[in-house]
């Protein structure tokens, strides 16, 4: 029998309905996880087990709040909490509480969820550098990042679900190495207020569950639109696009070897899996993102930049536009964006979904960086929803999780299908299990 | 000679680094005017003076901080300031502190600014419904919203430089209907964070200023860059799109007039004005506009309505979708936006400057709505920069501005050809004042 941290949203929610949980049993259940394994994986920024404790105590004493109720969620340290301090992972706010929730939370909050800790992030979300979280799996790798924390903590079962945010891969890649479901929304379908901004092209919350029906959940909760049509049932005839990207070079064995067995797999279960080439324009695209994110990160950190002498080199860089970007050139990178973007709707219509990875391969060892965003950026660029569909795993015996992307606003329908994908991935990963044993 | 008050803000700098002018000494004679005017304009949702005095006697007492020390500066109320509420003209928010300024004023302060109060928006700087404010000019009429108390504050002498928002119109119109210069500058350009979010796509942080000059300085207080060749310094042969838009129809004689005077006066400056039809697929940039602000106002008010159960019904509607946007209907708006913006950075690329209405006539009397976003919208969707030029007066002596709307990141461009413009249009109202005496 499952402990209550064990069980995903939707059971957590079924049990405290029907009485059979405490959200105080869930609060203690997480506690003794985190008591254990929080000096390993270090994935919390703040916890607090006393407000933790009463916040449990209220929700068992007020009738059911919403969809979420008693469900523990940590929350990225870039994201405002009225009762918790939002610190950035950087010095000048170390203590610092705005003493108002961001919308997101907000919305987590009326719908009864359990705001659980803030969890790590590297500093500001606007880096590679790592921070202090080690990979649940294998404690001498990376989490990836930069929602480090949020995907290690669901993952290993010291929060349900997690928020984090994504400007090139900060939510799809640590999903991808920590084995986990992520969701990156479409851009705009979810509020950002409240968030610490570094992209507004870019920016976009993330989502982390360790179940495909949880990310429907929260669909429902931030009222995604329903499809015209229902989402498949069965992968049965569901036309799936094989995209490699121009960014293949940078696949390892591990997630070669990932992107053949899912074609594998699907194929069997009756999908219909195309090769689709991304036309020429797209080789360029990583560049467009850099530049994008280059000058809007000058607008997003200038105030830091004139408050702050202290402030890490990688941001003063930004703000001095050190990468001599010149007008023509930002205004170049837009125009690309634009075109990009309608190009990629007209082909991604013509698919159910579109295939690619998630990461260049298994988590990399170490904690200094949290890895590449090559096959993550363009995706966030084009501002389409992406699922990471978790279950498969590498050589060295760690996740290599597939991104599912989609047309903007076809939200519910990459979840759909992530479900169906995930399930099979899974069956496949315990079948290898049982003849590796 | 002029007031402290009735100064731009490179004068005030000026006489506050040469000694002339006490912070203390700007503080008086804005107070004595606010006392004078409150009643009657009401630009202030919330104002302390001795806040004011105290902050001015600190800057007083430390050395020149950065380029706008001592310069007074209205804030919309939708901006958070960690000194003041931040109350949103809403009830949920009516004491709200976040503790924490938002990025633009930590880079206002980081320069100097004395940061003078919070001036009034319509309910999240997002519906047409009027605030208290009247336009000091004809306190009959509106200001224009829904950046209303801080074109008035900056017309009426009560600041001198002021914070407000565009999503659709906010800070252009009421430049339009005050008679001063608004500048909404290129999405993106000028972080955001901080400040209400209405629509991402949309929001951008607006300008107010008495002169040309003093957006010029604020241009350099954020970062805006230079462009590769030096801006005009007069209007002998500068290229003017003369652009009406697909709203022309709704022009009343108070522009028609405007747009055909501007036309004769920058063309006997020596200017070169030839006119600009956009083409057939701008016809429909309102409506995409109104979907694309429909829909991310759905993701940006979602909180406010699953915990204010009193919300307006404006916000319950747009939440709701009861305009029954769908799916592909949201698509379509993003990919007409998407493909316009790019249409119109080549058509613009062939001139130096567009020239196009700010308002529909002058400001219309009463204070419940706040006016038609009609001419300004589309430059928002465009995400391009725009200046409001005043100057020119209409039949019922109301200000009529004109807006020069410039490519992406041409800012500097636009504001350096609003100075040589405001300068001609300000020399012909003085000859039509005079000719009327």
């Not at 921070?131 to 929060?159: E, F, K, Y």
Request: charged share 20%.
């Amino acid at each position: 029998m499952s402990l209550p941290r064990q069980l995903d949203a939707v059971s957590l929610v079924d049990q405290v309905k029907s009485g059979t949980l405490r959200v105080q049993d869930i609060a203690e259940s997480l506690i003794e996880r985190i008591d254990a394994r929080d000096a390993d994986v270090r994935a919390w920024a703040w916890f607090d087990r006393q407000l933790l404790r009463d916040r449990a105590e209220l929700l068992d004493e007020v009738p059911i709040k919403g969809p979420l109720h008693g469900v523990p969620i940590g929350i990225k340290d870039v994201i405002s909490t009225y009762d918790m301090p939002t610190a950035h992972n950087t010095p000048r706010y170390q203590h610092s509480r705005t003493g108002i929730d961001a919308a997101c939370v907000d919305t987590l909050r009326a719908a009864g969820a359990l705001i659980a800790g803030k969890t790590v992030t590297t500093e500001f979300a606007a880096t590679l550098r790592g921070g202090l979280t080690r990979n649940p799996l294998a404690l001498g790798h990376t989490p990836g990042g930069s929602s480090s924390g949020s995907a290690a903590a669901v993952a290993d079962w010291q929060a349900t679900l997690g928020l984090g945010t994504q400007t090139g891969g900060s939510t799809i890649r640590p999903a991808s190495f920590c084995g986990v479901f992520g969701w990156k929304p479409t851009w705009s379908s979810i509020s950002r207020e409240g968030l610490k901004m570094s992209s507004t092209t870019l920016d976009t919350l993330g989502l982390y569950a360790r179940s495909a029906r949880d990310l429907m959940l929260l669909a429902d909760v931030f009222a995604i639109e329903r499809p015209e049509r229902p989402a498949p049932v069965t992968l049965e005839g569901v036309r799936i696009a094989l995209c490699h990207t121009p960014h293949w070079s940078k696949a390892l064995p591990a997630t070669q070897q990932a992107m053949a067995d899912a074609t594998a797999l699907l194929r069997a279960a009756g999908a219909v899996v195309t090769e689709l080439v991304l036309p020429d324009t797209f080789e360029t695209i990583a560049r467009s993102h850099f530049v994008i994110a280059r000058r809007e990160g000058r607008a997003s950190f200038l105030n830091e930049y004139r408050t702050t002498p202290k402030l890490h080199d990688d941001f003063k860089a930004t703000v001095e536009n050190r990468a001599g970007l010149t007008v023509a050139e930002t205004r170049a990178a837009y125009r690309h964006a634009d075109q990009c973007r309608a190009i990629f709707d007209d082909l991604a219509s013509a698919y159910d979904i579109v295939l690619a990875p998630s990461a260049t391969g298994e988590a990399p060892a170490g904690q200094d960086q949290t890895g590449d965003a090559s096959f993550n950026s363009l995706w966030t660029l084009l501002q389409v929803p992406v699922v990471n569909v978790p279950g498969l795993v590498g050589a060295g015996g760690l996740p290599v999780g597939l991104s599912l992307v989609g047309r903007r606003y076809d939200d519910r329908k990459v979840i759909a299908l992530a479900e169906l994908a995930g399930a099979l991935f899974a069956q496949n990963a315990a079948i290898d299990a049982r003849q590796m044993a």
